[in-house]
C-alpha cells in the first residue's frame, strides 16, 4: 500500500507565504510523477504544478513566478513554496503521485491541505 500525506496548511495574509509538504510511503519501487492540485469552493479540482516523468517542472500560468515546486528524492517528498499569495489561492490542496510498486503504476491522492487567504 501507498499513502500520500499533505501538510502546512494554514490561514494567511494577501501577500504572505506559505510552505505545503507532502510525502508518500509504503511500497515504493519508484515514484513517477508527483506533483500538486488543489480545488477551490463549486470549481473543479486544477494542476497547480507538478514533476513529470522526465524531472521536469510545470506550472499552472496563475502560479508562475510566485510558486515553486521542489523535492527530496530520497524522501519521496515534495514541497509547494507559495509566496505573494492572493485570496484567489484559497483551496483545498492535494497531492498527487503516480507510482510503481514493483507490479503495476498508479495514482495515488492525500486527503488534502486547506490554505486560505483572507485580512
Known amino acids: 500500500q501507498v499513502q500520500v500525506v499533505e501538510s502546512g496548511g494554514d490561514l494567511v495574509q494577501p501577500g504572505g507565504s506559505l510552505r505545503l509538504s507532502c510525502e508518500a510511503s509504503?511500497?515504493?519501487?519508484?515514484?513517477?510523477?508527483m506533483g500538486w492540485y488543489r480545488q477551490a469552493p463549486g470549481k473543479e479540482r486544477e494542476l497547480v504544478a507538478t514533476?513529470?516523468?522526465?524531472?521536469?517542472?510545470i506550472y499552472a500560468n496563475s502560479v508562475k513566478g510566485r510558486f515553486t515546486i521542489s523535492r527530496d528524492n530520497s524522501r519521496n517528498t515534495i514541497y509547494l513554496e507559495m509566496n505573494s499569495l492572493k485570496p484567489e489561492d484559497t483551496a483545498v490542496y492535494y497531492c498527487?503521485?503516480?507510482?510503481?510498486?514493483?507490479?503495476?503504476?498508479?495514482?495515488?491522492w492525500g486527503r488534502g491541505t486547506q490554505v486560505t487567504v483572507s485580512t
Open positions: 498527487n503521485a503516480n507510482i510503481y510498486n514493483g507490479n503495476r503504476a498508479a495514482d495515488y
Open positions: 514533476f513529470t516523468l522526465y524531472g521536469s517542472a
Open positions: 509504503g511500497s515504493i519501487w519508484r515514484v513517477n510523477t
